[in-house]
């Protein structure tokens, strides 16, 4: 049974930047491709970024433009959401989550596994 745990959400002013880690337990991590999204209340949990297995492959949303950045680290099970120029509309809950796919996919019913979200609020 694979596990997911995100940190590194918080509360930071408008302008900054956060690193939010994905730490996966159980299971083959590297087979799989990993994703982030975000909730923001009262609004449908979004897409944000894709990396696939080996990690040679990643997608974006466009609405965040090139503000963000996924990568990964197979040999430390974990998957990392670089996020900059912080505005208040960016807060939300932040998940990672596991597809059962090996290639970068947007789809949200493509992901099987989801951890338990990390709080990202931005100051204005």
């Known amino acids: 049974q694979v596990q997911l745990v995100e940190s590194g959400g918080g509360l930071v002013q408008a302008g900054g930047s956060l690193r939010l880690s994905c730490v996966a337990s159980g299971g083959t991590f590297s087979s799989n491709s990993m994703g982030w999204f975000r909730q923001a209340p009262g609004k449908e949990r979004e897409f944000l970024a894709a990396?696939?297995?080996?990690?040679?492959?990643?997608t974006y949303t466009e609405s965040m433009g090139n503000r963000i950045s996924i990568s990964r680290d197979n040999a430390k099970n974990a998957v990392y959401l670089h996020m900059n120029s912080l505005e208040p509309e960016d807060t939300a809950v932040y998940y990672c989550?596991?597809?059962?796919?090996?290639?970068?996919?947007?789809?949200?019913?493509?992901?099987?596994?989801w951890g338990q979200g990390t709080q990202v609020t931005v100051s204005s």
């Open positions: 989550a596991r597809s059962y796919l090996r290639t970068v996919v947007r789809g949200l019913s493509t992901y099987v596994t």
């Open positions: 990396i696939s297995a080996t990690g040679t492959s990643t």
